[in-house]
């Protein structure tokens, strides 16, 4: 369970129990009974590639992973699909202008509910520049990427997925789907 | 905004405002500043395949729709990857045992803030029946789909794009990417 305490509805204290009819514990109102679901949460990315190659890749400057690199992404917000999404944290994060290509994976974190979903991108200018969450934003081939400062798992899979593409003559537009499963 | 009124760390009064450093409204605790992020949800389904060109579907034995025909299909839960989300709502929906192929499609819905993956599934027997949010679970050619009475623009852009590929030799294993926007 995460830090809910008190329901969003009347301000009571919450309970963790299963409740009626279902199957898992969850936080119910004591008072008003109402049922609060925790849900994962969407995280939207893209590759941006240049030149066929080379990939975009930004220096967090925020935690987790604060300096460590991953492709520009973010959380999915309500009132956006999954492809604006996407565009807007590339330019929040990096100032990027990319266009949009196929989705390129799809990975799931279940102990931490979180879904990424990243696509291929391609990079329209070398304009870019860092956002405020971000200390400095750079393309890399696959040689130069660092891969022991690379911050999360579905960022070394998105990379390592794109890179062996590539070498077996890029994808043919099925996504590469992936989880990261605690204790595996 | 939703129908959230306290904060569910301490119990006080929520505000709705852009917090500092932010660009859009959101909960604050006009207490503690607790910020309370609203994101989409994922709905995980797939449709069973019969025989290359039948496909199960569920009547709804519960709202919004209810009596309209969908994939099995439902939330995401924290703690699971997609495609065991994808699993579970089909036995829960159909009782049906499926094999998992392909990512079928990704279709956004922002003004309610969800996003719908729809996988590509074998139906491995007909032993399948409605589970409780079932009022009747059945196999459709396209010529008996009750397009009438399809529960969701979800699910009517996953029918219609799975038909469509049937007619041009199948899919290429590219997933559909689709929206439903309100107003255009």
Redesign the interface.
Known sequence: MD????????????EWRIPE?DN?HRHVCGECQHI???????IVGCLPIWEGHKVLLCKRAIEPRYGAWTVPGG??????????GTIRETVEEANATVELG??HS?Y?V??I?Q?F?FFLAELKNLDFYPG?ESLEVRLFTEDEIPWEEVAFNSTRFALERFFGDLKNGGT????H?G?F?RGL
């Open positions: 830090g809910m305490k008190f329901c969003n509805q009347c301000g009571s204290q919450l009819g898992a609060h679901y925790l849900n994962p949460k969407v959380f999915m917000e309500n009132g956006e699909t999954v492809e604006q196929g989705l799809v799931s279940p102990h509910g879904v979903l405020v043919d537009g099925t996504p789907m989880q499963v």
